[in-house]
């Protein structure tokens, strides 16, 4: 399977536990986007990364939240003290950045349950 | 920002009807239009797409047209199939500081019954 892949596909954790979670990108992609889920509602950008620079940030993403790409391929997106309102759908997004490529391709997303 | 709204929330048609879900958005910078489809359980999968250069795209039974004057576009799918009910999320992003941050609408259950 070539698509976006990401780990785990859920996650259910305590309040207060921190989480990771980890995005495999499309091979070729060097453009990758994280975005939050919650039921009901259409994906909301968090950040974005070109290669291994995080070049935007949105304002969802409190101090709690990290992501990195170290090496321009995968991508890791953690939570530390979780809090119930954290309880969502992440999904990841990969595109390849040309004059004439926009699309951007999802993931099968990861599932966070805070209790 | 950018603010994208999505009509009707929900949409129940018969199998071989056509189906119709209207967005607008309110940047008149915005330049590309993607719409998704996602199924339960699934991440967003990409149909159709438009650019602003272009009024209308057909993709087989889907197509998509816009109207930037009014800052609307719409998805227009004929011949439903029960395999096409699904949430239908639009999108819109703006191209111009270099960087596709797309924001959705709040999406449409379609449910094509057989």
């Known amino acids: 399977d070539t698509g976006v892949s990401q780990d785990p596909r859920h996650k259910i954790t305590k309040r207060g536990q921190n989480v990771t979670f980890r995005c495999d990108p499309i091979?070729?992609?060097?453009?990758l986007y994280w975005y939050r889920q919650t039921l009901g509602q259409g994906p909301e950008f968090l950040t974005y990364?070109?290669?291994?620079?995080?070049?935007?940030k949105s304002r969802l993403l409190s101090d709690r939240f990290s992501a990195e790409r170290p090496k321009g391929s995968f991508s890791t997106l953690e939570i530390q003290r979780t809090e119930q309102g954290d309880s969502a759908m992440y999904l990841c997004?990969?595109?390849?950045?040309?004059?004439?490529?926009?699309?951007?391709?999802f993931g099968p997303g990861t599932r966070l349950t805070v209790t | 920002g950018e603010n994208v709204e999505q009509h009707p929330s929900t949409l129940s048609v018969q199998e071989g009807d056509s189906a119709v879900i209207k967005c607008t958005y309110s940047?008149?910078?915005?330049?590309?239009f993607p719409w998704y489809k996602q199924e339960l359980g699934k991440g967003p999968q990409l149909i159709i797409d438009?650019?602003?250069?272009?009024g209308e795209k057909k993709d087989q039974r889907i197509a998509v047209t816009l109207n930037k004057t009014a800052k609307h576009f719409s998805l227009h799918i004929t011949e439903t199939q029960p395999e096409d009910s699904a949430v239908y999320f639009c999108?819109?992003?703006?191209?111009?500081?270099?960087?596709?941050?797309?924001?959705f609408g709040t999406g449409t259950r379609l449910l094509v019954s057989p």
């Open positions: 997004a990969s595109s390849l950045s040309t004059s004439d490529s926009y699309e951007q391709y």
């Open positions: 091979s070729e992609h060097n453009r």
């Open positions: 990364f070109q290669n291994e620079a995080q070049l935007e």
């Open positions: 940047d008149s910078a915005s330049n590309y």
């Open positions: 438009i650019r602003s250069n272009v």
């Open positions: 999108a819109a992003s703006n191209r111009a500081t270099g960087f596709q941050k797309l924001v």
